[in-house]
């Protein structure tokens, strides 16, 4: 029903008049009038999108719209990404690059099909729809992140690398944009001036190659010769890695997220699904001794006593009872696929991970570590832990008459009985269940809660569709990256329908209303398209990290402004040959004032200590507020936007 009802509303829009070929030619004409502006003032709105007619269908509009921004969070999330994943994997890129190329492009994918059908129709539309998702991402998302923060972890700390990194690069990026609008070719951009700002992403790419070293050198300037302790400066550089230092799009799928039974805010695995699956990769082929691609009773039976350590004996009912659990087909042995979904989410692994790293940290191999190292212990099993958190853990141990020595097994029962524990668990949980893929998801009904159920059923045309289409062979279900190229064009192709269809069905709202298109691009289609990025945030802020959270709202923007902005005008260039015809004025003052906002974002971080604090989020919320205001009335006071 939901998809007949898309249909018959998509058939109803009628995006601009066709009346004549007349109309076709006063604002921007395809092909001729595409490529230049029309100065007839009397019949400048005859190419605008119509109204709802009857009026009452902006309802369904509405609802219509609201449902494609949720399938096009659902499809990049649950299935471009993981397909970009896979393809980053075989072609050997590094987390940094991947980031900000391939894993970028997933996040970003609304805005750039947006820009390429604003840019194709005459519309200001994905200018607007760029422009706000920016300043949404800057300014609204970090306000969120600093509200959602736990207490116990608030104010969360920033540090200098990652923000000066992508402020400066960002800030660059904006001044070339502002130079080709505004200075250089002012009304039109040309080829060669989209391909320079295409440039300068290569540049920034070539950054992140480089961005181990360049923190590497950053923080032997300006952190080592202000810490003394080498055990302090462990535990820091462990919380940066965990932090900032490579990409956060490794988390649980927008379909978990939504009909998981916690809060959708509640995930915290936010970066450790990939770390997981690729531990299990190396324990699988390390027990696959004979290459065959599965693993049999005796294989199992070592890994178990790998994992116990001689705390308990493994005997061979013990084996059979987990070859039971395991072998789903029952076919007798145990392929990747099953060893994956078992193992990621084992409480047995977990114990085994966490007595690898305090082996580690025992360097003499004397049974214990000291109490100055319970921080770096924490950070290297992934656990965020705020100030006060790891103070009363000290007090704790330190209230032992052990010299300030921890042994394992006082850690142990410690840890395993906090709710760093139960984090964990809940990582693995989710790790797990990406294994499984979308088709885990899906045949996991009916669910416990009425709430997830609701859910389930409300997103299951998008869903299944697009399971059954993109996801016939889901890459993220270990032995299916091969498909990994199809399910990327499926990807493509439906986020290309998507958005063709909610930007024609946002300004026929908007010209229900009255609302310019760059006014709806502005702020409704740069909301609707950076919900995913907002939930991204949000979640890694409550898992403690705040440096990530900042890092990507920012980083994003860069793939926004120099891929999403140009890519389409080189490809109008090309096709259309003539360059694209843009307002420079309005344009070129949303950049300028769109680079104030960055500075006042650095010298408001500056001013809250560089801490995530309230003042921080008050002071984000305020300047998001006060630019889609000013940006809304210029455009209002302009007399020459006719729609």
């Known amino acids: 029903m939901a998809v007949i009802s898309i249909y018959i509303l998509y058939n109803t829009t009628t995006h601009i008049s066709t009346n004549d070929n007349h109309q076709y030619g006063v604002r921007r004409e395809l092909r001729s009038g595409l490529c230049s502006v029309n100065d007839d003032k009397d019949d400048d709105t005859a190419g605008c999108p119509q109204g709802a007619n009857p009026t009452e269908l902006i309802i369904g509009y509405i609802i219509g719209s609201i449902y494609l921004f949720v399938a096009l969070a659902i499809v990049c999330d649950e299935f471009f990404v993981p397909a970009l994943e896979e393809i980053a994997g075989s072609w050997k890129m590094s987390d940094d690059v991947a980031g900000a190329t391939l894993m970028a492009a997933g996040g970003s994918a609304p805005e750039l099909a947006t820009s390429l059908i604003g840019t194709f129709q005459g519309s200001d539309v994905g200018f607007g729809t760029i422009v706000g998702s920016a300043v949404f991402n800057v300014l609204f998302v970090i306000a969120c992140c600093v509200l959602f923060t736990p207490k116990e972890l608030s104010p969360l700390q920033l540090t200098g690398w990652p923000l000066a990194r992508d402020c400066f690069c960002y800030t660059v990026c904006l001044v070339m944009v502002a130079v080709v609008f505004g200075i250089n070719s002012p009304g039109i951009i040309e080829g060669w001036e989209a391909a320079f700002l295409f440039g300068l992403y290569l540049v920034y790419c070539t950054i992140m190659a480089y961005n181990e070293d360049l923190f590497n050198y950053w923080n032997d300037r300006n952190k080592v010769a202000a810490i003394e302790d080498e055990s302090l400066l462990e535990e820091e550089d462990a919380h940066r890695r965990g932090s900032f230092l490579f990409p956060s799009h490794f988390r649980a799928g927008f379909v978990q997220l939504l009909t998981q039974e916690r809060s959708v805010f509640d995930t915290a695995a936010v970066h450790c699904v990939k770390v997981i699956k690729g531990d299990v990769k190396a324990v699988f082929d390390k027990l696959d001794t004979d290459g065959s691609g599965s693993l049999e009773a005796p294989e199992i039976k070592k890994l178990l006593i790998e994992l116990y350590d001689g705390s308990i004996e493994v005997t061979d009912e013990h084996v059979d009872h987990v070859m039971k659990e395991l072998d789903i087909d029952s076919n007798g042995n145990v392929d990747f696929s099953e060893f994956t979904v078992w193992y990621v989410k084992s409480e047995e692994r977990l114990k085994n991970e966490e007595k690898r790293v305090f082996d580690e940290l025992d360097e003499g191999k004397t049974g214990y570590i000291t109490l100055n190292q319970l921080g770096t212990l924490l950070s290297h099993l992934g656990v965020h832990y705020s100030s006060q958190q790891l103070e009363e853990a000290t007090m704790k141990f330190g209230g032992i008459e052990n ?83 199809y399910q990327f064009a499926m990807s493509v192709a439906w986020i290309g329908a998507y958005s063709y269809v909610v930007v024609n069905w946002i300004e026929t709202i908007g010209a229900t209303i009255g609302v310019p298109s760059v006014v709806m691009g502005l702020t409704v289609l740069a909301a609707g398209t950076s ?63 769109l680079l104030g906002m960055v500075a006042a974002v650095v010298v408001s971080i500056v001013l809250s200590g560089w801490k995530m604090s309230y003042f921080l989020g008050g002071a984000m919320f305020v300047l998001y507020v006060v630019f889609v205001a000013q940006d809304i009335l210029r455009v209002y006071l302009t007399e020459d936007i006719a729609c």
């Open 531 to 593: 919900i995913p990025d907002l939930l991204s945030s949000v979640v890694v802020a409550k898992a403690g990290k705040g440096d990530m959270a900042v890092s990507s709202s920012i980083g994003s923007n860069i793939f926004d402004v120099c891929v999403g902005l140009p890519v389409p005008w080189m490809l109008f260039n090309i096709i259309m040959d003539c360059p694209v015809v843009v307002g420079a004025g309005n344009l070129f003052i949303s950049v300028i004032v």
């Open 403 to 485: 010299n300030n020595k921890i042994t394992y097994a006082e850690f142990s029962t410690w840890f395993e009985n906090s709710n760093f524990w139960k984090e964990k668990q809940h990582d693995a949980e989710i790790a797990a269940e990406s294994a499984e893929g979308i088709w885990g998801e899906l045949l996991d009904f009916p669910k416990a809660s009425f709430r997830a159920n609701a859910m389930y059923l409300f997103l299951a045309p998008i869903t299944w569709t697009l399971a059954c289409t993109a996801g016939v062979k889901d890459v993220r279900i270990p032995g299916n990256g091969g498909w990994s190229y």
